[in-house]
Each structure stands twice: as C-alpha cells, then as structure tokens.
C-alpha cells in the first residue's frame, strides 16, 4: 500500500502552517529582536548586542528579581500541588469507597473555571480587614493568623502560591488518582500476607510504582509555573511595589511601556529556560507509557 | 483494602471538608451575585436577605455583556472548530504514515506545548498578516495555540483504529479525503470530542492573549470585558460577582455535561505516552 498516497503530506499543511506561522516564526524571530532596541516611541532599530541582556542580568535592575519569584513560585506550587493531590488521591482511592466520582468532581472543578473570576474572587476572600479568611480567623480566635495576605510583602507570593493550589490542586490530583489505579492490587495483598504496614506500603510499592506519574505531574507543573501570569497579574499585579512580580508579568509590563527590545529578550531568556524543560518533556512523553 | 467505621467517617470528613473549601469560593459568588450594594460589600457568607434579580441585567448593561458573550461564544467555536480540525488532520497522516521526516514533523509540533509564545515579535505577525486588533485574528490565533496539544492528544488515539479499517476503505476505493472525513472522524469521535471540549474550556477562559491583542472592546471578550467591569465597580460586589457568575456558568454547565471526556481527555494526555 502507498502510504504517501492514502496518508497526504498535505493534511498537516493545515496545523503546520498555523504553528509555525504564530510559534516558531515569532520565537526564532524574537531571538534576533532581543539584540536590539526595538521600541515603540521610534522606527528605527538598531543592533545593540548584548546591552537587553546585560540590563536582565545586572544586579541593579530588578529582572533576576522576577525570575527569582518565577521561580519560587514553580517549586512552591509544585511541592504543594504534588504532595496535597498524592494526599487527596490516597484518600479518594484507599480510604473511601463510596461517593468517590462526586469527590473527584467538586475537587477537580476549579481547574476548570477562569483564572481571571477565580482571582478576582480570592481578593475579596484574602481582603485583610473584610474578607472571609480573617474573618474566619477571627470568630474562631485565631486573630494572629489574620495577616494582610496580599499587601504584606512578605505574604504576597506565598497567597498567590495558596490561590493556584487551590485552583490546581484538582488537576493534579486526578492524574495521580488515574496512576494510583494502575497498580496491580495484588501487590498490597501480598504485602499484607507478609504483615506489611500502611505505612511500608506506601514507600516500598505506591511511591515506587507512582514515581513516572509523579515525573509527569511535575513536568505539567513546570511547564504552566514558569508561564505563570493570569492568577498574578489579576491577583496582586506584580505587587505591592514588585515583590510579586514573575517572568510574564514583566513581559508584558514590558510591552505596554513600548520596551519591545528589553521585553523580547526577556521572553528570549523564558524561551531557553522552557526548550530546556521541554527537552526532557519530550522524552518523557515518549517514554515507556503507564497503562491506563 | 479492609478499612474499619471510624477511619471511613475520618476519611469522608477529610474529603467533605476538601470538597468545602473548593465550594465556598463559588458559594461566594452565587450568594452575594443576588444581594443589595449595601449586603454585599462585605462579600460575607450570609444569605440574601432580598433577592435582587436587576443585579444581573445591570451588569449585562453596564458591561456591555451581551457583545462580550458572542464575541466569546464565536471565539471559543470557531478556534476550537479550527484547531480541533487541523490537528485531526495533521495528527491522522503523521500517525498513519510514520516516516522519518513525519516524525520529526511530529516531534516538533508537539515541542509548542513547551514553547512560550513571543507576544512582541507575534504582534509584527499579526500586523503583517492585517489581523490585529480583529475577530478574525483572535480566533486564529487561539486555534494555534490548540494545535500542539490537540496533536499529541490526537495522535495517541489514531494507532488504537485499526490499521485494517482503513485498508479496507481504501480497497473499497476511498481517496485521502473520504478516508479521513468518512471513516476517521465518526472513529476518532471521542478523541476529538476531549480535545474539543478543552480547546473550548481554555478559549473560552483565555485572558492573555486578548489582553495584548484586542484593543477595540467592541472586540472583547467575557474575561476582558468583567476584568475591566471590576476596575470601574470594584466597590459593588454584587454586581461583580454578578459578573463572575455570569461567566463561569457556562464553563461549569459544560463541566456538568462533558466532566468524562474532560477528566479522560487529562488523564491521556498525561498519564499514557
């Protein structure tokens, strides 16, 4: 059988043309901008050479700043998000046996709602003199933990950090829930023959066999962490002052001041740092699949 | 695994109170979407003490919602049509002809799911191609987006048809576009039923994108358009959360109805290679 003739070249023309039209052609491009001093207030562009760079990596700019919260914020959601969601998917695949779909599905539902309502929602909520987390604080007497959770420089990140588990806690969880689900029952029950506790269970057969699930979650992780910008930007803004600013806040901070040039180079530096990860996301894909 | 009373009612009470905290966000926004100025700007837990229906047909006047709807409505169909579509296509001949430049093709296509977008140069992009600033471009540029996961999503359900059927279409006589249209879709349907719905559920959710590229708010979508609402009212909570609600709705309504293809469309995408 000719499989040129049956299976056209033509049919990926379509999502090719697409991709590479809006992805690749702006990301290779944006390389070559990032030399520059592109800007919005003239024509002209110039050739500055590494000066974009220079300005992100000093220490007197703030740039290495954002990239710092970026990258706290990638680790410290994907610490929470893993541990909470392995803790949430034991529970629903161990500990309970009825009434496990409707758990599933209330806590995976904020994954699927908008970023924006669900920011602007958790203003409110993290309001430091009316909303409800310190009020709840309060009526039970725990007035110390009422904390002006995003005006408080030291706080800021952290409640952004709380807002997007709680948002994609869910997600996580039902992935590690779908892996948990592959592993061979019979396992425990040998483990129990030979008088294992829960315990020695959970280290020597779940973790092990949940480890490429866990690789998985970690990667999606990664990959959304360090793209971050809706539930900052309507959240806090970058603030107070920039404590809370990360990579794609910046960007496009850049990019409504007219510093085209600074902005690209800036995307230029996320760029590399996500074909280094999505390196090694490839390969993971294409990796041994876990049976569903 | 044997489990005794009181752990099962420790293990529902955890899962209950899981469940709570995931709920009492969007109780907030019902609850206070239907109170008066006055009750809601403490955005508190409390039922209304009236209901205030006009709450909602303010919004949608001040808001300019119902613009904003269609924009978002068409927005999120027409990508999600687009992406959906092409990256059946692509995604069928790169699985079913598996030669070394399709897989290379493969390979780099599915890279974009790594590939942060570069919204200054992709501005030229757009402004070369006339399609900032415009429904058109939007909608273009959301079904770009899609294509990358839709591929992988796509590709690993095509080597689960077997190779047999097409074979037989093809002896039957069916050219590349039968083939595909003809046999393929009806097969695929569950496939692209999950990349379908989490094309329209991040379409219809998108705020970046329109952000940088829709200045005209004739143009604006519901997530654009109940951000701006909030810079103007911030004070009124319950026409904001009004507002809100009038935007997740439809996103959790979707959720209600496809929860399945959506929750087998994840786990796929990230548990099987």
Redesign the interface.
Known sequence: ?K???????Y??L???V??V???????I??IA?SFTD?NSFTTDVNFVGLDNFATIFSSSGNYLHYIGNTLVFTSATILLKTVLGLG?AL??N????R?VN?????????A???????A???G??L?PA???LN?FFRSIGLDVLAKGWLVDPHLALLSVVGVDT?KGV??IM??LL??LQ?IPKEY?EAA?VDGALARAKLVYITLPLMMP?II??TV?NV?YG??V??IVY?LTHGGPGYVTEVL?TA??RE?SQGR?GL??AL??V??LI??F??YF??R????????? | MKTNPFQRFGAHSIAIIACLIMIIPIYLIVVNSFKSSVQSSSMGVDLPTEFHLENFTAVIDKGKLVQSFFNSVLYATASTILGTFFAAMAAFVLSRHRSRLNQVVYFFIIMGIALPMNYFTLTKVMQITHLIDTKLGIIILYAATQIPFGVFLIYSFVGSIPREIDEAAIIDGCGPVALFVQIFLPLAAPVLATTGILSFLGAWNEFLLPLYYLNNSANWPMTLSVYNFFGQYQASWNLVSADILLTILPVVVLYIFTQRFILSGLTTGAVKG
Do not use: C
């Open positions: 059988m499989l040129r003739t049956h299976y056209p070249y049919f990926v379509g999502a090719l697409l991709y039209v809006f992805y690749v052609i702006p990301a491009s944006g901008y592109w949430l529970l629903l161990e500990a309970v046996k009434f409707v758990y599933r599905a209330l806590i995976f539902l904020p699927i709602l908008p970023t924006l309502g669900v602007l929602i958790f409110s909520i309001n009316e909303g409800l009020v709680w869910g997600y039902v992935i779908a892996g592959t425990y129990e699930t998985v979650v999606l990959l360090l793209r910008f809706d309507v794609s960007i496009f990019f085209y902005g690209t995307s230029t996320l760029f996500m074909i990860v999505g996301v490839i993971l894909l294409n990796s041994e699949p876990v049976e569903q």
